[in-house]
């Protein structure tokens, strides 16, 4: 079945999980389903998330875990088919295991992959302060606002907007959906699963890159009181990265920070970094995108969440 089916109260996650259990159909080559977050394509997310589980699956040693994954999306993946993974095992080293992931739709390439694991090693450490930001515990979900202002949504788009997602987001300050003045270069939001995600780190990791395709390129757009269902705006993803720099848990709340220094060429670049309650800088995400505008063009029946980026189709 290429496409999970809609989650009902309390399935999302399970879903979410069951998108990470890849079958196996021989070695290296790996299969995944989908599930359609609203913009009737796969969720670039998850198609980052899946690879890095494929790869994962092709090292023997318990003790590697990623450090770091850059994926460029090339084709816009078709909701109904499976996507197969096909892991090339560039290297075996006595530190790091280097892996390329290819992810594949009838006979053609959607996404590309480069990731490296590492042992765990002792260092020297630093990082910058995490920001100020209210408890999420203050902080209404991002779930809660929609179903709350359901009738401010497109009608085409009430029922994916307010469906259950395997995240609890939790923005800081307005959601962009309802908030069209240009309100600066930095969005915050606290995000976490909506339950136990079990004591696999990778599992932790596929969640965290999954969550990092939320909401990074629509910071993009936030100087210019924008969002990503504008009817005149063409928004894609290009290129994702996300780095891993200690150990954490995704149902643990994480602060997400993201900020665009510059938005040129009808491209837009973010990168976000991840935050513990404690203020542990644990994870960094870069993205940029498509954002070209003078569209003349109806907006699509199910356009995306303005506080994700779902679109994986490079023009």
Not at 72 to 101: A, C, H, K, N
Not at 265 to 293: D, I, P
């Given at each position: 079945?290429?496409?999970?089916?809609g989650?009902?109260?309390?399935d999302?996650?399970?879903?979410?999980?069951?998108?990470?259990?890849?079958?196996?159909?021989?070695?290296?080559?790996?299969?995944?389903?989908?599930?359609?977050?609203g913009?009737?394509?796969?969720?670039?997310g998850?198609?980052?998330a899946?690879?890095?589980?494929?790869?994962?699956?092709?090292?023997?040693?318990?003790?590697?875990?990623?450090?770091?994954?850059?994926?460029?999306?090339?084709?816009?993946?078709?909701?109904?088919?499976?996507?197969?993974?096909?892991?090339?095992?560039?290297?075996?080293?006595?530190?790091f295991t280097?892996?390329?992931?290819?992810?594949?739709?009838?006979?053609?390439a959607?996404?590309?992959?480069?990731?490296?694991?590492?042992?765990?090693?002792?260092?020297?450490?630093?990082?910058?302060?995490m920001?100020e930001?209210?408890?999420?515990?203050?902080?209404?979900?991002?779930?809660?606002?929609?179903?709350?202002?359901?009738?401010?949504?497109?009608?085409?788009?009430?029922?994916?907007?307010?469906?259950?997602?395997?995240?609890?987001?939790?923005?800081?300050?307005?959601?962009?959906l309802?908030?069209?003045?240009?309100?600066?270069?930095?969005?915050?939001?606290?995000?976490?699963?909506?339950?136990?995600?079990g004591?696999?780190?990778?599992?932790?990791?596929?969640?965290?890159?999954?969550?990092?395709d939320h909401?990074?390129?629509p910071?993009?757009?936030?100087?210019?009181?924008?969002?990503?269902?504008?009817?005149?705006?063409?928004?894609?993803?290009?290129?994702?990265?996300?780095?891993?720099?200690c150990?954490f848990?995704?149902?643990?709340?994480?602060?997400?920070?993201?900020?665009?220094?510059?938005?040129?060429?009808?491209?837009?670049?973010?990168?976000?970094?991840?935050?513990?309650?404690?203020?542990?800088?644990?994870?960094?995400?870069?993205?940029?995108g498509?954002?070209?505008?003078?569209?003349?063009?109806?907006?699509?029946?199910?356009?995306?969440?303005?506080?994700?980026?779902?679109?994986?189709k490079?023009?």
């Amino acid at each position: 079945m290429a496409e999970a089916p809609g989650a009902a109260s309390g399935d999302a996650l399970a879903q979410h999980l069951t998108l990470l259990d890849l079958e196996r159909i021989e070695k290296d080559i790996f299969r995944g389903q989908n599930r359609n977050i609203g913009s009737g394509r796969i969720f670039g997310g998850q198609v980052l998330a899946q690879a890095l589980v494929a790869a994962r699956g092709t090292i023997r040693q318990p003790d590697r875990e990623p450090h770091s994954a850059h994926g460029y999306f090339i084709l816009e993946g078709d909701l109904t088919v499976p996507v197969v993974y096909v892991v090339e095992r560039l290297r075996d080293g006595g530190s790091f295991t280097t892996r390329r992931v290819t992810a594949i739709q009838r006979g053609r390439a959607i996404f590309n992959m480069s990731a490296s694991f590492h042992k765990p090693e002792a260092g020297i450490e630093h990082q910058v302060e995490m920001p100020e930001a209210p408890d999420p515990e203050n902080l209404p979900s991002d779930l809660d606002v929609l179903r709350e202002n359901v009738h401010r949504i497109p009608p085409a788009l009430r029922s994916v907007l307010t469906q259950e997602r395997p995240l609890d987001i939790r923005s800081v300050g307005p959601m962009p959906l309802f908030h069209r003045e240009p309100s600066g270069f930095v969005q915050k939001a606290w995000i976490r699963a909506v339950g136990p995600l079990g004591d696999d780190p990778t599992i932790h990791c596929a969640t965290l890159a999954y969550a990092s395709d939320h909401g990074i390129l629509p910071t993009a757009l936030k100087p210019h009181g924008r969002t990503i269902r504008d009817a005149d705006l063409m928004a894609a993803s290009l290129d994702h990265a996300v780095w891993f720099h200690c150990p954490f848990r995704m149902d643990e709340w994480l602060l997400y920070v993201t900020k665009s220094p510059v938005a040129a060429g009808a491209r837009g670049f973010a990168h976000g970094t991840f935050f513990t309650r404690s203020g542990r800088l644990v994870a960094s995400a870069a993205q940029e995108g498509l954002l070209r505008t003078g569209i003349r063009r109806p907006p699509p029946p199910s356009a995306p969440d303005p506080s994700t980026d779902e679109s994986t189709k490079r023009e």
